[in-house]
Every structure is written in C-alpha cells, then in structure tokens.
Nanobody, 115 residues
Framework: QVQLVESGGGLVQAGGSLRLSCAAS????????MDWYRQAPGKRRELVASITSGGRTTYVDSVKGRFTISRDNAGNTVYLQMTSLKPEDTAVYYC?????????WGQGTQVTVSS
C-alpha cells in the first residue's frame, strides 16, 4: 500500500503562486512515477504534470512555463510549484502514483484562484 498526502492548497489572487506538496509513505519502493491531476467542478479530471523515477517531466500545454513538478532526493515527496496562476487553474489537485500497475491517489487539495 502507498499513502499519499497533499498539502499547500489555498486561495490566491490571479498572478500569484502556490506550492503543492505530496508526501508518499508506505511501500514507496518501485513507484514508477508520480503525477499531479486536477478536477474542476463539472469537468473531467485531467493530468497536469508528471515526473518519472528518472526525473523526466511532462506538462499539459495549459500550464507549461508556469508550473514545475519536482521531487526530493529520497523520492518521498513530490512538489508542484505553480506561478502566474489564473482563475481557470481553480480545481481540486490530486497527487497520483503508480506502483506495479496499481493506482494510488491522495485526498486532494483545493486551489482557488480569484480574478
């Protein structure tokens, strides 16, 4: 089992910044990679950013140049640095991990960007 706990969400004005954290615990060995997803009201959950075990990163087009995903050296914590936030970034952000073809999710953290 893998447990994921997100933190760092909140209310911010447009143009502001937030940093989300996702702490992984439990059987974290052999986690293939970790991701951040988000889900806005009435919309499908979308993949925002990914980081592989080797450190390769990918982003959805709408956040490129504004968001940065990273992980600590131990690989236990993944971060999402969000800058130049827009109202359309408002969503619940979820941390995700894949280990041996099993998906693990955090409980989500709300990010609200006011205009």
């Amino acid at each position: 089992q893998v447990q994921l706990v997100e933190s760092g969400g909140g209310l911010v004005q447009a143009g502001g910044s937030l940093r989300l954290s996702c702490a992984a615990s439990g059987r974290i060995n052999s986690i293939n990679g970790m991701d951040w997803y988000r889900q806005a009201p009435g919309k499908r959950r979308e993949l925002v950013a990914s980081i592989t075990s080797g450190g390769r990163t990918t982003y959805v087009d709408s956040v490129k140049g504004r968001f940065t995903i990273s992980r600590d050296n131990a690989g236990n914590t993944v971060y999402l640095q969000m800058t130049s936030l827009k109202p359309e970034d408002t969503a619940v952000y979820y941390c995700h991990a894949l280990r041996f073809a099993v998906d693990y999710w955090g409980q989500g953290t709300q990010v609200t960007v006011s205009s």
